[in-house]
């Protein structure tokens, strides 16, 4: 049983699907075939009916969540954009991260504003940010923090969208899009990788992007250039785009693992349902954890993430229950950064189920 | 029976090889753990031993072998490398691209050199190049252009090598690497991806640069950071080989297609073996396709890929051949850029067996 908080737990049909990749040639299919953009198309369809994306976002496949931090960073930081503030609040490793990267290659347009990890982001947060109407700034949110296992609320995110309707918000949902209802509405740019809530091996990051966040891109790039005109990478967001238009890739992608994201999104159920059973595990578990004594690392309730719950022991008590753990095949997941060493992290995916939860709490007890 | 040049047939031992990964959890470990750490070394080993991979070079992954053109553009472009030249010799698609690229990034320093698809690389071509102690030029070279089918011999690689000591010299190797006997010393990177002569799904690349290449590197990085020290950028080449160093990559990779890869170079037999194997092949099929009457793309014998061959057609012999191959179950490739409408393109890579050669050259009389 595996709880870490990704690479974690895949779906067990996920042995089947790679069987039935092989037995249908999906190993061996061109990357502009037809065949392929029909897989494409589909994981668009079933991305809009079951996590409720918006009709008119645009959905991207990258190598993973950490080149979609490259990617709106340089997006939205050079040439045309070199005015763009950006503003990233974070509380933890991965928000730092994609702060760190932006401020080393856009240092005089990027801002961070550190909070407590049991600190609720509140609205006054966001009045420091000077509002223009002729200028946006972005916003960079962390909605889950692997890191730390803390999140920010729908309830908040709604109140910033409210709050700053001129700027751009985007936002990492790498260990949560899949696993919480999330308003898609809410922000331009909405990125994760498959191997957290989504239950597949690693290898793929998925990005959703706002019409209104394409259109100022293409207003203010330089060039958005039609079929003749040669891109500068790869990986540039109007190449992305317009390859993500006729369902393809800028590049031969992991095709793999798009057929096995076009499974797993076509085999669970709409968001809202996995969501409340996510939310429900979660609660319980907090509920359990704290019965047996343990620590929370978040001793705020209104911050504790859903999908990533952290443990806190003396350094030796987590060797100690880790060597345990592993005896009984559990594997629980290591601290990260400043908590690596006096934190033990718990996944609560869709892939896993109850039946291992209550393992898992016995072993806990 | 697919005779794409890549994304092309998989080994039909790739089936096991995915039950085996799901069986063993492979699926779920973690890029920083030892389990992960033995796999990426025991594919440098095996790459040293069968590939002849000096031990000194180092071996990268990435996502692709396009990610490869751009690292190795940025990391001998900019900051303090932007007065290196570099020159790009190019008769085919992809060649050209990875000009356009660098040339769309850094004009000023970069120079193509076209050349025609039966023109056979030649000492003078590089005389153009001014020599120079202090400042080396960068070289780059696609050995076999898979758009058109030619290729670059190893004979006249080891010449430049000869001829060119002070300079870099990039290999794309995209469609030889694997089913070629290439001689490593005589470049400073090369780089592949998977999809093609290892006979696995699409999604990862292998880049391997030398000890040369990377002491300069390091000398003239303007940051060349300790651990403390932020890096700019997941791909940056300074930040890949610290993490190649440890056996490790910069971000969650395609953790399964790595795994693919450890299988697939332990069960291969030794280069030198499927290099003479795949020659001879293509000599004998040259031949046989010539007896039919069917007129190749490249007429140039010296010149002609090993590993993908090009029949020419008129546009609607083209059409009508695909369709009869269809209705056998055979899959030709189509052809590419200027020769999209009038060939067709065949790969003759190691996973592909005798018997369906034998069926293709039946169903070619």
Redesign the interface.
């Known amino acids: 049983m595996?709880f870490?908080p990704?690479?974690?737990?895949?779906y067990h049909q996920?042995?089947d699907w790679?069987?039935e990749?092989?037995?249908t040639?999906i190993?061996?299919?061109?990357?502009r075939s037809q065949k392929f953009m029909d897989i494409y198309e589909s994981i668009v369809k079933n991305l809009q009916e079951k996590h409720n994306i918006p009709k008119d976002y645009t959905i991207v496949f990258t190598?993973?969540a950490?080149?979609c931090?490259?990617i709106l960073n340089d997006s939205f930081g050079s040439n045309n954009f070199s005015n763009i503030n950006s503003y990233h609040f974070f509380n933890g490793a991965f928000g730092k991260k994609w702060f760190?990267?932006r401020?080393?290659?856009y240092p005089k347009t990027t801002f961070g504003i550190e909070f407590g990890i049991n600190e609720e982001l509140e609205d006054n947060f966001f009045q420091q940010i000077p509002q223009n109407d002729y200028l946006p700034n972005i916003i960079c949110l962390c909605q889950n923090e692997t890191s730390n296992t803390t999140q920010i609320s729908q309830k908040m995110l709604s109140e910033i969208r409210q709050n700053r309707q001129n700027d751009f918000i985007f936002i990492d949902a790498t260990s949560s899009w899949g696993g919480q209802n999330l308003n898609f509405n809410d922000a331009d740019a909405w990125f994760t990788?498959v191997?957290k809530c989504f239950g597949l091996?690693?290898?793929?990051g998925i990005m959703a992007l706002s019409p209104n966040l394409i259109d100022f891109y293409r207003k203010n790039s330089a060039v958005f250039p039609t079929n003749d005109i040669?891109?500068?990478?790869?990986n540039q967001l109007s190449f992305l785009i317009e390859k993500a238009n006729q369902f393809q890739t800028?590049?031969?992608?992991?095709?793999?693992?798009i057929y096995l994201l076009s499974k797993v999104i076509s085999f669970v159920p709409s968001i809202s349902i996995t969501s409340k059973k996510i939310e429900k595990r979660a609660n319980h578990l907090y509920k359990f954890i704290e019965r047996n004594y343990y620590h929370l690392l978040i001793t705020n309730t209104k911050v504790r993430s859903k999908t990533v719950l952290a443990i806190r022991l003396m350094p030796e008590g987590v060797e100690n229950i880790k060597k345990k753990a592993k005896k009984e095949d559990i594997i629980l997941g290591n601290g990260y950064g400043s908590w690596k060493e006096d934190t033990l992290r718990i996944a609560n995916f869709p892939q896993h189920t109850d039946i291992e939860f209550e393992r898992l709490k016995e072993f806990l007890k």
């Open positions: 595996n870490y990704g690479p974690s737990k895949v996920v042995k790679l069987n990749a092989y037995e040639d190993l061996s299919i061109q990357h190598s993973s950490t080149e931090w490259h760190d990267y401020k080393a290659n990788s191997q091996p690693a290898g793929l040669v891109y500068n990478r790869y800028t590049y031969t992608p992991n095709v793999l693992n």
